[in-house]
């Protein structure tokens, strides 16, 4: 029944921008059109049609922020009679009208998409917006440190107590752009992210100022970020936060990663628990989705 389920959620997938019988899916699943509504709305934990109306919002709200299409022909794509309708389906959901999102990069929700396993993954909205960045420089110091994907990694605790107050403060004072103060920077990830493979670590600012002497600097080139947002215990929720962006995120969205470096920007509460983060992903549009 698992596998009907999720090749009833491909289905969902291939006809967001079409019209979307129930009777199909209930047809996948050998069920009948009651018993798969009924069903659906009890692992999900919301109604088919509301799970179908946020899919279409989520990825609508990616083609708004590319800006390939007119917001009209959005509408239009995703099954709404009017712009006027559109955009007040978009600001029930992202908070914001689809023409303002446009104009500014607001932050959207994301619907993730659902699949059945054992348990349901994608019913937790993720926070996202979508930045647009010229070439800029990281500037700090630099470390070759080993993946850890769960609890705190030591090699990159060592490095950070070794640099020095004086020298973390100098960094501050080049922070000219967001994301602004110190971030932690992994760059030349082994394609496999494999636990114990090894990264490149930046500890340093955003900033397109001189570099100092003394510390080292990485030029990223100009592109197209996804900025996610976390709070939440420290270290985990942050690395729930990457976990679930590869996992759930990109499969639910018309984008792909590409390569650059991953900028996490973290602040910690007192007592270094909690931690509020952004977390910087490049990415572009997959062509086909556009």
Not at 40 to 55: I, K, N, Q
Not at 108 to 135: A, H, P, W
Request: hydrophobic share 40%.
């Amino acid at each position: 029944m698992l596998e009907r389920l999720n090749q009833a959620m491909e289905h969902i997938e291939r006809h967001l921008d079409r019209r979307l019988e129930v009777a199909d899916l209930a047809r996948i699943t050998a069920t009948s059109e009651y018993h798969f509504r009924r069903l659906f709305s009890a692992l999900a934990g919301m109604p088919l049609s509301e799970y179908v109306r946020r899919r279409r919002l989520t990825v609508a709200g990616a083609e708004v922020l590319a800006g390939d299409r007119t917001l009209l022909e959005i509408a239009v794509r995703y099954g709404y009679t009017s712009g006027e309708a559109f955009a007040r389906a978009f600001r029930v959901m992202h908070g914001v009208g689809p023409g303002e999102a446009r104009r500014s990069g607001a932050s959207l929700c994301s619907q993730q998409r659902l699949s059945f396993r054992l348990t349901v993954e994608g019913n937790s909205g993720m926070r996202y917006r979508i930045v647009e960045k010229d070439e800029f420089r990281v500037v700090g110091r630099k470390a070759r440190v080993p993946l850890v994907h769960e609890g705190v990694n030591p090699a990159i605790a060592d490095f950070i107590r070794g640099i020095g107050e004086e020298t973390l403060r100098r960094m501050r004072d080049l922070s000219d752009q967001e994301p602004r103060g110190i971030v932690g920077v992994s760059g030349n990830l082994d394609p496999s992210r494999a636990e114990g493979t090894e990264l490149d670590y930046h500890h340093g600012v955003v900033t397109r100022a001189a570099v100092p002497e003394d510390m080292d600097a990485l030029t990223v080139p100009a592109g197209t970020w996804a900025v996610f947002e976390s709070s939440g215990p420290f270290p985990q929720a942050l690395q729930y936060l990457w976990r679930d962006v590869f996992t759930q995120w990109f499969p639910s969205h018309p984008y792909r990663s590409r390569p650059g470096p991953e900028i996490l920007r973290t602040r910690l509460s007192q007592d270094a628990a909690r931690a509020d983060a952004e977390l910087w992903i490049p990415v572009e549009l997959e062509r086909a989705a556009v």
